[in-house]
């Protein structure tokens, strides 16, 4: 069982920034995706990226305002949020896809899953 351990959330207002880590040893082995719950609300996606750093996907309500980078040799992801808006509002979950090569945007796709960092935007 991997182990996963998001960093970097918290409050911001509304149009602020904040940059979400997440750390796993072998992160270079592993699809990596980034994944969102609000209150109340199912666990969706937010963005993924394969193992080389290639190629990333986006849920459509982020495109053009958050990116993600990894950094295999540091074992780490990223989560780059800009222009944040109050719906964004959520605890931000970092998940590893092992054997595939391929971005996958269903939750069902990943097998493990960090303990979650909250993410709060005041408008």
């Known amino acids: 069982q991997e182990r996963l351990i998001e960093s970097g959330g918290g409050l911001v207002q509304a149009g602020g920034s904040l940059r979400l880590s997440c750390t796993t040893s072998?992160?270079?082995?592993?699809?990596m995706g980034w994944f969102r719950q609000a209150p109340g609300g199912e666990r969706e996606f937010v963005a993924a990226?394969?193992?080389?750093?290639?190629?990333?996907a986006f849920a459509d309500s982020v495109k053009g305002r958050f990116t993600i980078s990894r950094e295999n040799a540091k074992n780490a992801v990223y989560l780059q949020m800009n222009s944040l808006k109050p719906e964004d509002t959520a605890i931000y979950y970092c998940?590893?896809?092992?054997?595939?090569?391929?971005?996958?945007?269903?939750?069902?796709?990943?097998?493990?899953w960090g303990q979650g960092t909250q993410v709060t935007v005041s408008s």
């Open positions: 072998e992160i270079g082995n592993y699809v």
């Open positions: 998940a590893a896809r092992p054997y595939f090569l391929i971005i996958d945007k269903s939750r069902f796709a990943y097998d493990y």
């Open positions: 990226i394969d193992r080389s750093g290639g190629t990333t």
